[in-house]
Every structure is written in C-alpha cells, then in structure tokens.
C-alpha cells in the first residue's frame, strides 16, 4: 500500500497509523509523517506514493475499530442489506489491497 493510501485510510485514528511507523524498521516514514502537511502542500511524490511494508500496513490495520460491510458484490463502508456482514480494514486489505480500502472509503462502496 502506498504511503498517502494509509495516511488517509488512517485519518481517523491516525494514532495508529503513527505508532505502526514509530515502529517501522525505516525511520524516514515517521519522518514524512512528521512534515505530512509540507509533503501533501508540495505533493512530494517520492515519499507519498512510496510503498509501505505489508507487515506495517497490518500493524496499523490491526486495531482499527471501524468495520466495513460485505454482501455478495459489494465492499460498503456502510451497512446497506440485512444479509450484509462486518468485515474488518485490515481483511478488506488483506483480500482486495489498500488501493480498493481506500477507494471504498472515498466512493462509500466498491464492486468486489
């Protein structure tokens, strides 16, 4: 997943997405995160667009309290039907990838 795709899954409850990089093995992440408004105003694509380690993306996937719904064809980030089921951010990245979590945050739904 990409830096700028976690930082804005994470929005939330960016507490996690900054413990998980304070622990990273790459200390230029929590860096990044450090200036994050200088590198979203100048659009530093290097560091924004750079890809993050899975086990980092799971870290900070782990505890992550909200849950997305799933029905046959559909990943919402909402409940739609009755026989739509929770499912958690970090299995929605761990099946489709943090592009998809992140555009069913955006878009509220995604086909699966």
Request: hydrophobic share 35%; proline share 3%; aromatic share 14%.
């Amino acid at each position: 997943m990409k830096f700028w795709e976690l930082y804005s899954i994470c929005r939330q409850h960016d507490h996690l997405f900054e413990q998980a990089l304070k622990e990273a093995e790459d200390p230029r992440y929590y860096s990044w995160l450090q200036k994050i408004e200088e590198v979203c105003a100048t659009q530093q694509r290097d560091e924004l667009d750079a890809k993050l380690p899975d086990i980092l993306c799971v870290q900070a996937l782990t505890n992550y309290p909200e849950k997305m719904f799933e029905s046959a064809e559909h990943i919402r980030s909402y409940k739609f039907g009755d026989d739509d089921a929770e499912i958690s951010y970090l299995n929605v990245y761990q099946m489709y990838g943090g592009a998809f979590l992140e555009e069913v945050l955006e878009k509220g739904s995604m086909r699966k």
